[in-house]
T-cell receptor, first 112, second 112 residues
Framework: GQQLNQSPQSMFIQEGEDVSMNCTSSSIFNTWLWYKQDPGEGPVLLIALYKAGELTSNGRLTAQFGITRKDSFLNISASIPSDVGIYFCAGPPLNRDDKIIFGKGTRLHILP | DGGITQSPKYLFRKEGQNVTLSCEQNLNHDAMYWYRQDPGQGLRLIYYSQIVNDFQKGDIAEGYSVSREKKESFPLTVTSAQKNPTAFYLC???????????FGPGTRLTVL
């Protein structure tokens, strides 16, 4: 079945640095979703992308829907301590609109 | 205030006991989902329901059961047949045939 591969698995950065992570698939997605999960909480939707090439921002976060429709990128500018958490990409499999699949997540750590 | 509620936040049970986790939403969403998350892992789909009185097995349904008698509610029962029930359980909901899911705060189940 379709899978989403996220990289990197984890990141250790200094406060103030920019962050970039991506999500790839061997098959096409028509929607890309980016979620953030704080420790012990449920994931929160950050950005939803619906069109190939689309670039959408939400504050310091920017996400892009890849032109090939097989990848998506999430960038965080000027990281702050509350950015710590797990970032998941997700999307509905092709020809399935009754569920979505998730990547395994990128865990972001910010060094003091 | 619209949202998804899960209760309780923390739940402890003895081995061999069934336990039911609550999930309620007032977003008027048609579809509801249950996921399991283990430490350092992604989300795995247990069961989902697109409409009242109908539900489908996800990827790891064995040892779990659900019901969908009301649009707003989708309780999950973790039965004694589930071999490794200790985990973080997340409920989500969405409009039918729309990919974007919204999550509750989660219930951490510990079986002693």
């Amino acid at each position: 079945g379709q899978q989403l591969n996220q990289s990197p698995q984890s990141m250790f950065i200094q406060e103030g640095e920019d962050v970039s992570m991506n999500c790839t698939s061997s098959s096409i997605f028509n929607t890309w979703l980016w979620y953030k999960q704080d420790p012990g909480e449920g994931p929160v939707l950050l950005i939803a992308l619906y069109k190939a090439g689309e670039l959408t921002s939400n504050g310091r976060l920017t996400a892009q829907f890849g032109i090939t429709r097989k990848d998506s990128f999430l960038n965080i500018s000027a990281s702050i301590p509350s950015d710590v958490g797990i970032y998941f990409c997700a999307g509905p499999p092709l020809n399935r609109d009754d569920k979505i699949i998730f990547g395994k997540g990128t865990r972001l750590h910010i060094l003091p | 205030d619209g949202g998804i509620t899960q209760s309780p936040k923390y739940l402890f049970r003895k081995e061999g006991q069934n336990v039911t986790l609550s999930c309620e939403q007032n977003l008027n969403h048609d579809a509801m989902y249950w996921y399991r998350q283990d430490p350092g892992q992604g989300l795995r789909l247990i069961y989902y329901s697109q409409i009242v009185n109908d539900f489908q097995k996800g990827d790891i349904a064995e040892g779990y059961s659900v019901s969908r008698e009301k649009k707003e509610s989708f309780p999950l029962t973790v039965t004694s047949a589930q071999k490794n029930p200790t985990a973080f359980y997340l409920c989500a909901s969405s409009f039918r045939r729309k990919g974007t899911q919204y999550f509750g705060p989660g219930t951490r189940l510990t079986v002693l």
